[in-house]
């Protein structure tokens, strides 16, 4: 891997660039990023969130971290932003098996 390769740096654009405003909802967008990209893209995303998942921040600063890169109301689909996203690496993992 390229020694300039920054897992936050992609999965900050990853959360970013797929979980923005103009997303009709959460599912559909993850359904859309999954269908579109390629199974190396797949794997990587998933790469880049697990290493987030299982770096040295706390629990509260992973949460902010989530929040503060998506357009996702928490409260409204009743799971916290870490809860969210391991059901999102559970998705991307299913969504390989037809890639």
């Not at 970013?16 to 199974?39: C, K, M, W, Y």
């Not at 109301?73 to 969504?95: C, H, K, N, S």
């Amino acid at each position: 891997m390229d020694k300039n390769y920054n897992y936050l740096e992609e999965f900050e654009d990853f959360l970013g660039g797929t979980f923005h405003q103009d997303i009709s909802s959460p599912e559909q967008a993850l359904d859309e990023f999954i269908n579109e990209v390629s199974r190396e893209c797949l794997v990587s995303t998933i790469n880049d969130c697990e290493e987030f998942l299982n770096n040295h921040l706390t629990k509260e600063e992973k949460e902010e971290f989530i929040q503060s890169n998506t357009e996702v109301y928490f409260p409204a689909i009743e799971v916290t932003p870490l809860q969210w996203l391991y059901t999102l690496v559970e998705q991307m993992r299913e969504g390989l098996k037809t890639k």
